[in-house]
């Protein structure tokens, strides 16, 4: 299995995007990877790497992109200008069947309307949408669907984020009857935008999903639902809400447990338990978006995460790749795969209505 990485996008910079590669490595023996960058930035990465990497760094090629996508580039910007960027020639590896599958951390919008171009969309889908997992109590997780890249959307498009986000849970994490949610300010059917009531009434009449109905914000955490679909807006508020909590509860519990002497020492009688918490609570565990509804897998990961946390979005791109995700997506939503469009400098592939502009820039 290989997979192609844009070495140069995330907050952290080369170096924690080529350790997390490796620590992926470690973790998969089969896959292979291939950095897009600069060759030389690159190559000076690859030499620094710890010493317990040196048994997969023959598993690692460089392939050389001089450009890079800055993070407050627009996507009509990255579509006119950027194909010689590392995140293009990675998506154009993916394209031509040199990746199973591509995994960046740079600009959103610039992946989103890029990797549309190279790949193309399956089953009459317009727009790709962002979906990661969320813990939930009891060690569980559910799936929000979207998380920013359609921040305007329609009844219409909520069902397919629905149907999509389904063959995900099913397909990737094993749930034979995932239940799907709409996230709503109330349960009651008079209430919402006229969007999601809509919503909720194709969906109801849509056999094939375990559609349960409303859920307010509280039921995300609780367990409630499998797959919980909302527009891009509220989607990526949510979730940046979400990890801002978590952060601020990590260090909450720190700086109480090392107030004073007492606390301190019944920090070193719970240390167990409080890493514990950390690891669950912490968002890097649950770092690679991914954008469901390309012909292709494309996994996004956040901007500010370090090596481990984007050794996890490969991981994630690895499960996508066996799962055969895309194949699944055209065969459940009953078409196959259109082929991507040819864009020239004015023409972006895109409607008037859901212009690549329109992209969240969240990272």
């Known amino acids: 299995m290989r997979i192609a990485i844009d070495a140069m996008g995330g907050d952290q910079g080369p170096r924690a995007v080529v350790r997390g590669a490796a620590e992926a490595l470690c973790a998969h023996p089969s896959l292979s990877i291939r950095l897009f960058g600069p060759q030389v930035r690159l190559e000076e990465e690859l030499s620094s790497l710890p010493r317990r990497y040196g048994a997969v760094r023959e598993r690692m090629s460089v392939h050389h992109a001089g450009e890079v996508i800055a993070q407050s580039a627009r996507p009509s910007q990255a579509l006119r200008t950027g194909g010689s960027s590392s995140l293009a020639r990675m998506l154009d590896d993916v394209a031509a069947g040199q990746a199973d599958a591509g995994v960046s951390a740079g600009n959103t919008g610039a992946l989103m309307a890029l990797s549309r171009r190279a790949l193309g969309m399956v089953a009459g889908i317009p727009r790709p949408a962002i979906t990661t997992a969320i813990p939930t109590r009891g060690g569980g997780r559910c799936y929000m669907i979207d998380l920013g890249a359609n921040i305007e959307t329609t009844a219409e498009r909520l069902v397919d984020f629905a149907r999509m986000a389904d063959v995900m849970a099913r397909h990737v994490d094993g749930l034979e009857h995932p239940r799907v949610a ?182």
């Open 182 to 363: 709409l996230l709503n300010v109330g349960v009651e059917a008079t209430k919402g935008p006229a969007m999601v009531r809509e919503a909720d009434e194709r969906l109801r009449r849509l056999s094939s999903l375990n559609y349960i109905g409303f859920v307010e914000g509280d039921g995300l955490f609780n367990g409630d639902a499998d797959v919980v679909v909302c527009d891009g807006f509220v989607g990526n508020i949510v979730l940046k809400s979400s990890e801002g909590l978590a952060r601020m509860l990590v260090e909450r519990f720190q700086t109480t447990f090392a107030a004073h002497w007492g606390s301190r020492l019944v920090t070193l009688l719970a240390r167990p338990a409080l890493l514990r918490i950390k690891r669950q609570l912490d968002p890097v565990r649950y770092n690679g978006a991914s954008l469901l509804g390309l012909a292709g897998i494309v996994v996004k990961s956040h901007g500010r995460a370090d090596a481990q946390g984007f050794a996890f979005a490969v991981s994630r791109a690895v499960q996508e790749v066996r799962r055969d995700l895309p194949s699944r997506l055209a065969q459940a939503l009953g078409q196959s795969a259109i082929p991507s469009v040819a864009c020239g400098p004015g023409d972006s592939g895109f409607s008037a209505r859901s212009r690549p502009d329109d992209f969240n820039p969240e990272r």
